[in-house]
Nanobody, 123 residues
């Protein structure tokens, strides 16, 4: 059984930092394309960052140079380091796993999803 469990969300002030974690079981993170999505109230879910098995990465324009996606193979965990947070980063954040080769940038490419962790950034 595959499980993705996110943690690390919370309330942070604008300009601050948070690190999200996604602990995986039932899959090997280093053998999957992984991604972080977010969904704000009233908005569609959007891809924030993604990483391939070969460590190629993708970032949404809105988070480039602020967010960093990486993984710890020994811990079988995916991370999202979020710096210089803005109120518009407020959303539920989800990690997801895909079997595609390369970076998965389309929602339908992801097979497994976590339950999400809430990030709230105050101004």
């Amino acid at each position: 059984q595959v499980q993705l469990v996110e943690s690390g969300g919370g309330l942070e002030q604008a300009g601050g930092s948070l690190r999200l974690s996604c602990a995986a079981s039932g899959i090997i993170v280093s053998l999957k394309a992984m991604g972080w999505y977010r969904q704000a109230p009233g908005k569609e879910r959007e891809l924030v960052a993604a990483i391939s098995r070969a460590l190629d990465t993708y970032y949404a324009d809105s988070v480039k140079r602020r967010f960093n996606i990486f993984r710890d193979n020994a811990k079988n965990t995916l991370y999202l380091q979020m710096n210089s947070l803005k109120p518009e980063d407020t959303a539920m954040y989800y990690c997801a796993a895909s079997a595609v080769i390369g970076v998965a940038t389309m929602e339908r490419e992801y097979d497994y999803w976590g339950q999400g962790t809430q990030v709230t950034v105050s101004s």
